[in-house]
């Protein structure tokens, strides 16, 4: 049987087919759909969102040691957050098969860094497999297990935007019977002490020159003989650019990347004339290809940033007199919070009191973009607490306006333990909390505060203000974000205690809840609009200025933050 799927739901398959009894993630573009997938597709696993990739990547770890086949599922950046069990479990043994799944963001569609989670095998000694298409993506799942299990070791697969999000015929197999699950007791192997680590790292070493010799041999590592003027090495979605590009030429496509099959390159590069690497992002195969003292072209014609292209392979490669494909230019369509978005008042009001704004990661960072331009710092994902306690701890007597701002998702995630610091250091800060009820914008999902799991069961909704409190914050307290003028006073009231502070800014996710606003559509009074533009400073697209006075279009939801903002009365309507 065959099926179209996504890359993204075809490791779901994947893994379903494997016989995977556990799967935990943290929802993150370009990964998100994987576990959502599985939640949807395949009850027989047990899927769960976790608090963060650190605490997913653990969860299976555990999971593991019963027997049972087991995944964990992040974006790029959610390994540096699971790095700290990362490399410690390549020095323990897996007893079940373990997978982590790692999708890179080449061209930065939806992430705060370009990083090439190649190295990450490299670093942990582990090994990695590259799928190229929606088939091989579900086969690959098995043959990692099979990996895993056969070395006691996790194996990396490495996705990136395109394959996750690309469409392909997949050729279906029958799931395999998970294993079955029992207690046992391998101390030697599990317990890290100094001495059992120290005995561990030579034999990481003896495993990774016998997944050397594996990866020489493997099927998923193949030749694929063609023009001998020209061999091209690839992996992932870049073999695919050059298969397009350069047809008649020459291949090996790797699969199984890492450790790189130095045998099965020399016999390539003995068979072509010239030889390349085409792969995105950094020189990983290229570097080690020159240190084996074989002559090859890479990133001295292809670009080290961004995503590729067939054109830009093929330009490089045959020349820019074979780059044929013009290149469409499109009207830029700068990201914008959604008309009603609970963010958009606080945000207003934070900049109103005249603070100093470190961001996070979610929705509220697009208040980077004008006229808002209300976020000051972006680093990571609930680095902007920790931040603005730096900043008060560096201004020291000298009282400054310094805020935090994240989603309820991020607080979760890793913003609790920035609050905690801040309340025992006692920080000048005031952390603002964003909580919407759900982890919006990866598409809406479940969290530790929403009251339902991924698989939509009720379960226990954790209370920011009462977890806070007992975080013993000397100030909390919770606003409505539409209510203008009660939030910047209280803002202003939190700042004025000049120790920390923080402020829950509770309202659902207007694109779940459009019924919880306050109000209908709104309509601008052109007899009152005198011109003045202050209703524009919210950035609400769904307020236009055309010719000389303010209008109200068909985007408007009702939030009635342009009201509170209107000196003049002038714009009506809303009732319920």
């Known amino acids: 049987m065959k099926k179209i799927l996504s890359g993204n739901a075809a490791f779901a398959r994947g893994a379903y087919e494997a016989g995977v009894t556990v799967a935990s993630a943290y929802p993150g573009t370009p990964s998100t759909e994987i576990l959502e997938n ?56 897996t007893r079940g098969g373990l997978v982590l799944i790692s999708c890179d963001d080449p061209q930065l569609f939806s992430s705060q860094n370009e990083q090439d989670n190649r190295q990450y095998a490299r670093f942990a000694k582990l090994p990695m497999l590259e799928p190229a298409c929606s088939q091989d993506a579900k086969d690959y799942m098995l043959a990692a297990f099979e990996l895993s299990e056969a070395h006691g070791c996790p194996v990396l697969v490495r ?26 007791w391998k101390p030697e192997n599990w317990v890290l002490l100094p001495a059992h680590a120290r005995r561990r790292h030579p034999e990481i070493e003896v495993r990774l020159e ?13 030749i694929e003989p063609g023009d001998k003027k020209l061999g091209i090495i690839a992996s992932g979605v870049a073999y695919q650019y050059a298969k397009e590009a350069c047809p008649e030429a020459s291949f090996l496509k790797l699969g199984f990347s890492y450790p790189l099959p130095d045998q099965k390159v020399r016999e390539f590069a003995a068979m072509v004339d010239e030889l390349w690497v085409v792969e995105e992002l950094d020189p990983f195969i290229e570097d080690q290809i020159k240190a084996m003292g074989i002559q090859v072209h890479g990133k001295d ?113 890793s913003g609790v333990t920035g609050v905690m610091n801040l309340a025992y250091n006692q920080g000048a800060a005031l952390v603002v909390i964003l909580d919407n009820r759900i982890t919006a914008m990866t598409g809406a999902q479940e969290n530790p505060g929403t009251g339902q799991t991924l698989k939509g069961d009720p379960t226990s909704a954790i209370d920011i203000e009462t977890l806070v409190k007992a975080l013993n914050v000397p100030f909390v307290a919770t606003v409505n974000p539409y209510d203008y003028n009660a939030t910047l006073e209280t803002i202003n009231q939190a700042l004025a205690t000049n120790g920390p502070a923080v402020i829950i800014a509770k309202a659902p996710c207007v694109l779940l809840r459009p019924d919880s606003l306050p109000y209908k559509p709104f309509k601008i009074n052109p007899g009152r609009c005198v011109g003045c533009k202050a209703c524009l400073k919210l950035g609400c697209p769904a307020i236009e200025f055309k010719p000389k006075l303010a209008s109200i279009n068909e985007l408007c939801v009702g939030c009635g933050a342009c009201v509170q903002l209107c000196r003049y009365g002038a714009i009506s309507g809303g009732d319920k």
């Open 159 to 184: 996705s990136t935007t395109r394959i996750s999000h690309s469409l392909g015929v997949v050729e279906l197999g029958e799931p395999l019977a998970p294993p079955k699950t029992s207690m046992a």
């Open 210 to 222: 016998k997944l050397r010799e594996i990866a020489n041999s493997s099927p998923l590592n193949v």
């Open 301 to 413: 014609k292809l670009p080290m940033c961004g995503e590729l292209s067939t054109d830009i392979v093929r330009g490089a490669i045959l020349g820019a007199a074979q780059a044929t494909v013009p290149s469409v230019q499109l009207p830029p369509r700068p990201p914008s919070m959604c008309p009603g978005c609970p963010h958009r008042g606080t945000l207003y009001a934070l900049k109103k009191a005249g603070c100093f704004i470190c961001g996070d990661i979610g929705c509220y960072t697009l208040g980077f973009l004008p006229p808002l331009s209300a976020i000051d710092t972006c680093l990571c994902m609930g680095a902007g607490i920790n931040q603005a306690h730096g900043m008060s701890k560096a201004f020291g007597e000298r009282q400054e306006k310094i805020a935090a701002v994240l989603g309820d998702s991020t607080f979760f995630h």
């Open 38 to 93: 599985i939640a949807k597709t395949y009850p027989e696993i047990y899927a769960e969102w976790a608090p963060n990739e650190k605490v997913a990547l653990e969860v299976v770890s555990g999971a593991s040691l019963t027997g049972a086949r087991t995944m964990a599922v992040m974006k790029h950046v959610g390994v540096n957050v699971a790095a700290d069990p990362l490399m410690s479990m390549a020095y323990t043994e």
